[in-house]
C-alpha cells in the first residue's frame, strides 16, 4: 500500500461586514447609553432583540424602537463542558460556563449569553436574572460579560 | 408532474478518517456503488445534485472540485447547502428536476470529510453581528434548547440514553456505519462525559467521512430499470427564523418539522404515521431530539415520547422501526447525513437494506434536520 | 479568530482555519515520486488513452479507472503562460519572484499543468521547458520548484 499523504494549509481569513441603521442605533445605545434596544414589528407588535430590518413572521419593516430592560427571565440554560473556539478571541473558552436563553423584560424574543451561575443546581427555567456589564464598553454584546440570578430571586421569580 | 423514484442508492463505509481517498474520489466512491445499484452507467445520468457544507473543509465551490468524482463531466450540475438539512434539500431539489419532466435520471450526491477541517471553528462562524459573541457551538445550542423540552416534557437522561443505544446497536448490524460499539448500554451513555448539560458524549453524533449517493428516475424508466422503486410520495422543506432565541421553545414545538410533516401526510393521506409508516430514517444529532422528533412526526400525542421509547415502539423488532441504520447519533458526514436517510428509506422500500432491513416495508419516512430549525420531509412508498 | 465593532459600524472579523486534506492512493504516489524520485507521473485512462498530469485514480471523462502509470516530462511545452506579480497566497503556497504563472504540457501528457515557469525574461507559447525540483521536497506540487527554458 502507498504512503498516504495529506497536504495542510493554514488558511488566515478576514471579513469586513457592514451592518446597518438599526445595528449601529443599537451600538450607539448600548455604548455610550448602557441602553438596550429592540424593534417592535408593526403588524404582530413582537418586539425583537437583536434587532433587525424586517419580522420573519410578518415579512414587515421594521422602525419603531423600544426600549429592552437588561433584566430578563431565563427560558433555557445548560452549563457547557467543552472548550469550544471562542469565536471573539480565537481561543477555547474555559469551561465550565453557564449559558442561557434569557427573555428581556420588554422583549418578546429570547437573547443566547452567558451566566455567572455554572452549578446547575442552581439554575432554573423562569429565573430572574440581571446583565452584568464591562467597565469600559466596546461597543458589542460582549459589553455584557454575563448575567446573574437577580437578589431575591426566589421572592422575584416568574410563576 | 411525473412520477419520479429512487432506483439505486451508493454508500462509503462511513469512517472517522478516509485518508486512502481524496473527496473527489470519495464521492466517485458512493457514485460507483449507486450506479451498479441502478443498473446504469454515468452515461445515461441527465443532471446531477451535489450536497456538501463547503466551510468545513475550506474549499470554495466544491461543486466544481469534487463534482467530477459523481461524474459531472459536461452535465448540469448543481449544489445545495443548508446546514444539515443539505443531503434532504439535495434529494428535495433533484426529485423536484426529476418530476418537472426535464430530466429522466438525476444524481445527487452528499459528501463531507470533517477529518479534513475545522469543523467546530467553520460552526462558530455564525451571524458576526450578534449571535459569534455568544456562541456555544451545536452541542451548547442543542442543550438550550433541551433545558426547556424536558422541563415541559420530563423525559428522562435514562430515556435519551435508550435513544443513543438503539442508534448504536442498529448499527452494529449496518457496516456502513461509522461508530460500531459493542456492548452499549444505558449507564455507559449515562457514564460518558458530559458536554453540555444533560447532553453526554454519546447522547451527540460523531463527526464521519463519507458519502452517499441517490438515483432517481421518472415514472417509465423507473418502471423499466428497477423491479420495486422506491416512488417518490411527498417531498416537503420548510424553514425558520434565523436567531435561536427568535424560536418558540425549539424542540417543544419543532414547528418546520410540525408543518413539513403535516402537508407531506396530507399527501400521501396518512392519519395515523405510527401505524401507517412502516420505517422512518430520521435526523436525529442528539438523543433527546429523536424524543422531541417523535411528537413533531405525530408518532405519538405530547409528551409521550419517553414511553414511546420505553415500550420498545421505535426499535428494530416494534411497531415503527426509527433509524435501523444507526441513524445521524452513529454517523454524520453532513453533507451525506440527509442524503444517507433518504438512501436508507428507500433501500428499505427496495427491498436491499441487507442485516438492518425491516420485513415488509411499505411506507417509509425520510427526514433532514438543520441549524437551528430546518426542516425536510420525504415519504417513499412501494406503490 | 477575531471579531471587532468599528465606530463606523462595520464589523472586521478574522480566523485562522487548519485544513488537513487527503490526497488519496493515486496522488500520494505522484507526490511522494516527485520528493523521492524527482520524477512526474501520470496515468492513462484505458478508454480515451489520454495520459493526465497529474496522476488521477479516474478519469473524468469517461468515468472508468485509470489503469496504466506513465511517467512523462521532466520536459514540456509552455501553452499559455501570464506574468504574476502579486499572487494572492491564501493557500500557503509560495511565489518565488519573477516566476510567471504557466500551463505547460509534459512530454507524454495530454493535459496541461498549472505551474510556474521562470529563468527567462522571455516567455511564450511554445517555449520548451524542463522541470526544476526543489532541493529540500516534501511531497508537494512545489517540490517541483519551476520549471525553466530546456
Ligand atoms: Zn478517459
Known amino acids: 500500500m502507498t504512503e498516504l499523504l495529506r497536504v495542510s494549509h493554514t488558511m488566515t481569513l478576514s471579513w469586513r461586514y457592514g451592518t446597518s441603521w438599526y445595528f449601529a442605533e443599537f451600538i450607539r445605545a448600548l455604548r455610550d447609553e448602557r441602553r438596550l434596544l429592540g424593534l417592535r414589528c408593526p403588524v404582530c407588535r413582537r418586539v425583537y432583540l437583536p434587532p433587525r430590518v424586517v419580522c420573519g413572521n410578518c415579512y414587515a419593516e421594521l422602525s419603531e424602537w423600544v426600549e429592552v430592560k437588561d433584566s430578563g427571565t431565563v427560558r433555557a440554560f445548560t452549563i457547557v463542558h467543552i472548550p469550544i473556539v471562542d469565536p471573539t478571541s480565537g481561543q477555547p473558552r474555559p469551561t465550565p460556563y453557564g449559558m442561557a436563553l434569557i427573555q428581556l423584560d420588554g422583549a418578546d424574543t429570547t437573547l443566547n449569553h452567558y451566566l455567572a451561575e455554572n452549578n446547575p443546581a442552581k439554575l432554573r427555567i423562569g429565573m430572574r436574572v440581571q446583565a452584568v456589564w464591562r467597565e469600559e464598553r466596546r461597543g458589542t454584546l460582549s459589553d455584557i460579560v454575563h448575567f446573574a440570578a437577580m437578589n431575591n430571586q426566589t421572592m422575584n421569580d416568574e410563576q | 408532474m411525473k412520477r419520479v423514484a429512487v432506483i439505486g442508492t451508493g454508500q462509503t463505509k462511513h469512517t472517522k478518517a478516509r485518508d486512502d481517498v481524496s473527496q473527489t474520489e470519495l464521492v466517485r466512491e458512493a457514485t460507483t456503488r449507486a450506479l451498479a445499484d441502478a443498473g446504469i452507467t454515468i452515461h445515461e445520468v441527465d443532471a446531477i445534485v451535489l450536497s456538501n457544507m463547503e466551510l468545513f473543509e475550506g474549499r470554495a465551490l466544491p461543486e466544481m472540485w469534487v463534482g467530477e468524482g459523481a461524474g459531472g463531466y459536461r452535465k448540469p450540475v448543481t449544489k445545495i447547502a443548508t446546514g444539515g438539512t443539505s443531503g434532504t434539500s439535495a434529494c428535495i431539489a433533484g426529485y423536484h428536476q426529476c418530476a418537472s419532466g426535464l430530466f429522466d435520471i438525476v444524481l445527487v450526491v452528499g459528501w463531507e470529510k470533517h477529518s479534513e477541517g475545522a469543523t467546530q471553528t467553520g460552526m462558530a462562524l455564525t451571524d458576526p453581528l450578534w449571535d459569534r459573541n455568544v456562541a456555544s457551538g451545536a452541542v451548547g445550542n442543542f442543550a438550550l434548547s433541551i433545558s426547556q423540552y424536558v422541563a415541559e416534557r420530563g423525559v428522562t437522561p435514562q430515556q435519551a440514553a435508550k435513544i443513543a443505544v438503539k442508534a448504536r446497536r442498529n448499527a452494529a448490524r449496518n457496516p456502513n456505519a461509522h461508530l460500531q460499539m459493542d456492548g452499549i448500554t444505558v449507564e455507559k451513555v449515562l457514564e460518558s462525559r458530559m458536554l453540555a448539560d444533560p447532553v453526554h458524549l454519546l447522547d451527540m453524533c460523531p463527526q464521519s467521512d463519507g458519502a452517499c449517493a441517490v438515483i432517481y428516475a421518472a415514472e417509465d424508466r423507473a418502471k423499466k430499470l428497477c423491479p420495486r422503486p422506491a416512488w417518490v410520495r411527498a417531498a416537503v422543506t420548510r424553514h425558520d427564523q434565523p436567531y435561536i432565541g427568535d424560536l418558540d421553545r425549539r424542540l417543544v414545538t419543532m414547528r418546520t418539522l410540525r408543518d413539513a410533516a403535516r402537508e407531506a401526510y396530507q399527501r400521501v393521506g396518512i392519519s395515523e404515521p405510527l401505524k401507517e409508516i412502516d420505517v422512518a430514517e430520521i435526523y436525529e444529532p442528539v438523543s433527546y431530539a429523536e424524543l422531541a422528533w417523535y411528537e413533531a412526526l405525530g408518532f405519538c400525542a405530547e409528551g409521550e415520547a419517553g414511553r414511546l421509547i420505553d415500550d420498545g415502539v421505535t426499535e428494530m423488532n416494534g411497531e415503527l422501526p426509527v433509524n435501523p441504520s444507526g441513524g445521524v447519533l452513529s454517523t454524520n458526514p453532513v453533507g451525506a447525513s440527509g442524503v444517507i436517510r433518504v438512501a436508507e428509506a428507500a433501500a428499505q422500500v427496495m427491498g436491499r437494506a441487507g442485516d438492518h432491513q425491516v420485513a415488509d416495508v411499505r411506507l417509509a419516512l425520510a427526514t433532514g434536520y438543520g441549524v437551528y430549525a430546518w426542516s425536510d420531509v420525504m415519504i417513499l412508498s412501494a406503490g | ?150
Not at chain 3, 522541470?131 to 521536497?137: D, G, I, K, L, P
Open chain 3, 1 to 150: 479568530m477575531n471579531n471587532d465593532t468599528m465606530n463606523n459600524g462595520v464589523i472586521i472579523a478574522g480566523v485562522n482555519l487548519l485544513f488537513n486534506y487527503a490526497a488519496g492512493e493515486a496522488a500520494s504516489r505522484f507526490l511522494i515520486a516527485l520528493r523521492d524520485e524527482k520524477k512526474i507521473w501520470g496515468t492513462r485512462c484505458p478508454s480515451c488513452q489520454r495520459v493526465l498530469v497529474p496522476a488521477r485514480s479516474f478519469c473524468p471523462r469517461c468515468f472508468v479507472d485509470t489503469t496504466e502509470w506513465i511517467e512523462v516530462g521532466p520536459t514540456g511545452t509552455v501553452s499559455a503562460f501570464a506574468p504574476v506579480f502579486h499572487l494572492a497566497d491564501p493557500s500557503g503556497f509560495g511565489n518565488p519572484k519573477g516566476l510567471s504563472a504557466a500551463l505547460i504540457r509534459l512530454d507524454g501528457a495530454d493535459t496541461a499543468l498549472a505551474h510556474f515557469i521562470g529563468e527567462t525574461d522571455a516567455p511564450q507559447i511554445g517555449l520548451r521547458v524542463v522541470a526544476v525540483f526543489a532541493e529540500s521536497r516534501s511531497g508537494h506540487i512545489l517540490d517541483i520548484a519551476y520549471f525553466k527554458p530546456a
